[in-house]
């Protein structure tokens, strides 16, 4: 019973984590394809912005210290950002350049 408690709450919460994290990440992505980023360091580290930025908003209980699962969240958002860089930040751009006919 625990074990499907542990799931039906990472199901919720990674809904609700990545729902408020789209428009932002959407924002970072038209970014990266405006000016041609490619960079890995780019998108690992908007991600783990991204990560921390969501995690931690409105945490004011929180304000001198780090709120638990901060790291989590930290990392989730790196990892998630090279998995991005992964499948179309390496191409970031790509479009202006084909459609210049270079």
Sequence with gaps: MQIAAAIGSAIVSS???GAAVFVPALIAIAAAEIFRWRSL??????GGALGFVVWNVGAADHATNLRPGTTVALASGFIGGFVYWIVAGRTSGSWAAAKRGN
């Design 15 to 17: 809904a609700i984590l």
């Design 41 to 46: 360091f780019y998108f690992v580290g908007a």
